[in-house]
């Protein structure tokens, strides 16, 4: 039966079922985005949809899904970006929409959560080789038996809890624990043994994910899982012929962050360590060796974009390439006991995983600079016992790897409250490989549903024109400092601070607490879950931080009244990934500076903007403290990308505006 002939009502009827049972309102553009949706799964064209906060796009898409899904028995594979999204829609949105809609659909609809692997316990892993851990660092705390004990008690902790969990999702243990901890009792993809041979197969929580998956009418995934399935080899997904992607901003840094490589000594170490006793002695210590002069080199790199390998650096790569490879060869990975065929797996994966990064980053340099689709850069991270030094390898551009490998398996529909940038869509298809020419390109067409808020009566966008251009410290001058206190004073409190570092925030922070009497929080006083919670609760608060509140938080009604920003939120001019994507624009006659730059402050202006007007009944000011909105060039490119607030550049009306509000609350 195909969907043209389907016994279910039209999307408009089920839509206006589910609003109803649910006791929400009509809503126009969740209208117009459930047709298109039902409209794009029909005629395999795909959609990208921008639906502002408040449009109710999760039921104008699982609505249509679910629908077709039931009809054409094939699933529906729904991604996200966040887990708070994930266990929304799991937890709330579609059982709630199965309930209203079972009894008008010709079946009741199944749905199911999935994951990757190593989200999930591994049993093998806990019952055939118990505690071992990849952390040099915990090696030495093994003598110490105070630091011995807290990484035990959690193991321990950890298999007491499989023998009682349904799920082995590392999401729902509660209180959770640290990644080393985690990584005892996980494996990767690459380190499962495989059904065949795992003899915990049956109970293994990640097949049973899996199973329920490949039962379940709509699948809700990751970014990240959908990005290995579109790029490994194996299906990890349920075959599926129609797909959603919410928080669809996000999908380009998603699929980026899985298509990365990296070495550092920590997973040199931990590979060394693995194949002690797997191979012939000359194999591991040609790995030691060629593993220590690299770590050395390392070490004394400076950190930053590599644009040239010098030729000792790439003799080492080489090296470490061949013997990691050697050492792999090495390794009989015939099948035996679960314990020595978990071991050899692990082995066999860590020291794959060296040579073909290091083979791959040797392979980038061949082209000419302007010509090369990678880019190699050294990090320098902080962790436990200092820093380490880590060379990365990613794809300069996605584009290609999601045109071929995704939008051609599936038809899909792209969504999010921000997609459009400098008032188009361009940006985001360009990141997506949604454009060039027709015979390159799927084809697709783009919806802006608009928002249920008017913006221009609920919201001001202030923009302090008077102040002067933020200085390249990262820290904030005098004159904004007193302008942030004049803001909070008149909002009493009620003000979210997004700072372009934690530098800035922290500064911000300690500035407002000698000078007002409000509570003002900063991100890392507390886990960012509990600071939001707070917030929320205590009306006469501010809360300052970086990246994550950008995008994170939803904080509804008079606790929030004011959005501060403090500068236009570009990035780093040290970035290596963004600012090589910058080059290759401005090499192929693009403006480097507007494709890459200014749409990447522009989408995370959009996104702290959003934070703002969460119900309809909310009202607020966006304060950009950054005068380069109104002066600069880019300045119009940037506000077209805002929602259709009122502008002013007047201290006096915005903070008379906020004292009204506070007044009216």
């Known amino acids: 039966m195909t969907s043209t002939d389907s016994p279910n009502p039209p999307v408009a009827q089920l839509l206006a079922t589910a609003v109803a049972a649910l006791g929400g309102q009509p809503r126009t553009g969740q209208q117009q985005m459930a047709a298109a949706v039902a409209a794009a799964f029909a005629d395999g064209e795909h959609l990208a949809v921008q639906a502002g906060t408040g449009t109710g796009k999760s039921l104008a898409y699982l609505v249509p899904a679910l629908a077709r899904a039931v009809t054409d028995e094939t699933p529906v594979v729904v991604s996200t970006a966040t887990i708070a999204l994930q266990r929304q829609l799991v937890d709330r949105d579609l059982p709630r929409l199965v309930a209203a809609l079972a009894p008008t659909l010709e079946r009741e609809p199944h749905f199911a959560l999935l994951k990757g692997r190593r989200n999930y316990l591994c049993l093998n892993k806990i019952h055939a080789t118990g505690a071992d851990s990849d952390d040099p660092a915990d ?209 066999s994966v860590a020291v794959g995983e060296i040579a073909e990064t290091a083979d791959r980053i040797l392979a980038s340099f061949g082209p000419a600079l302007t010509e090369r689709t990678e880019v190699v850069w050294l990090d320098q991270e902080e962790i436990r016992s200092g820093r380490r030094s880590v060379l990365r ?161 939803d904080v509804p009604g008079p606790a929030l009244s004011l959005v501060l920003i403090d500068r236009i939120p570009f990035p780093r001019p040290d970035d290596p990934l963004l600012a090589a994507r910058q080059r290759a624009v401005s090499a192929h006659g693009g403006n480097g500076f507007m494709a890459v730059a200014a749409s990447h402050a522009a989408l995370l202006l959009a996104q702290g903007a959003g934070r703002l007007l969460r119900r309809i009944d909310d009202r607020g000011v966006i304060a950009v403290l950054d005068s380069r909105l109104l002066t600069a060039r880019y300045g119009g490119y940037l506000r077209a990308s805002l929602p259709p607030f009122w502008e002013t550049t007047d201290p006096q009306r915005v903070r008379a505006a906020l004292r009204r509000l506070r007044g009216a609350d």
Do not use: K
Request: proline residues 4%; contains cysteine; glycine residues 8%.
């Open 139 to 347: 090696q030495e705390e093994l003598f110490d038996p105070v630091a011995a004990t807290a990484l035990g008690r959690d193991v321990q902790r950890l298999t007491a809890w499989a023998d009682v969990t349904d799920t082995g999702d590392r999401d729902d243990l509660t209180p959770g624990v640290p990644e080393r901890a985690w990584s005892q009792v996980a494996v990767s993809a690459r380190e499962c043994l495989g059904a065949a041979r795992c003899p915990y197969a049956a109970q293994c929580f990640s097949e049973r994910a899996r199973a329920r998956a490949g039962a379940a009418d709509v699948v809700v995934t990751n970014h990240a899982l959908l990005a290995i399935d579109a790029l490994g080899e194996a299906a990890i997904l349920p075959e599926h012929d129609l797909l959603v992607v919410d928080e669809a901003h996000e999908l380009a840094d998603r699929v980026t962050g899985v298509a990365t490589g990296e070495l550092s000594a920590t997973t040199l170490t931990v590979a060394t360590r693995r194949i002690g006793r797997l191979v012939d002695p000359e194999l591991v210590e040609r790995l030691e060796t060629a593993a220590t002069t690299f770590g050395a080199a390392l070490h004394d790199a400076p950190p930053g974009r590599i644009d040239h390998l010098d030729g000792e650096l790439a003799a080492d790569l080489a090296a470490l390439r061949d013997a990691a490879a050697a050492a792999r060869s090495g390794i009989d990975t015939a099948p035996t006991d679960a314990r020595a065929a978990a071991a050899r797996l692990e082995a």
């Open 393 to 553: 390898v990613a794809p300069l551009s996605v584009a290609g790897l999601l045109r071929g490998r995704l939008f051609r398996r599936a038809t899909t529909v792209l969504t999010s409250a921000t997609l459009t940038v400098g008032g188009s869509f361009d940006a985001m298809a360009d990141a997506w490989g949604l454009s060039g020419s027709a015979t390159e390109t799927p084809r697709w067409t783009a919806l802006d549903v608009g928002s249920p808020f008017d913006h221009a009566r609920a919201g001001i966008l202030y923009i302090a024109a008077h102040l002067p251009p933020p200085g390249r410290d990262g820290t904030g001058s005098a004159e904004q400092l007193t302008e942030i206190a004049e803001l909070i004073t008149a909002a009493g409190g009620r003000t979210l601070g997004l700072f372009s570092s934690m530098r800035a925030a922290r500064a911000a922070a300690d500035a407002m607490r000698e000078r007002l009497e409000v509570t003002v929080l900063c991100q890392g006083d507390d886990g960012t879950g509990a600071l939001v919670e707070r917030f929320a609760a205590e009306p006469q608060t501010c809360l300052f931080g970086t990246l994550s509140l950008w995008q994170g938080v």
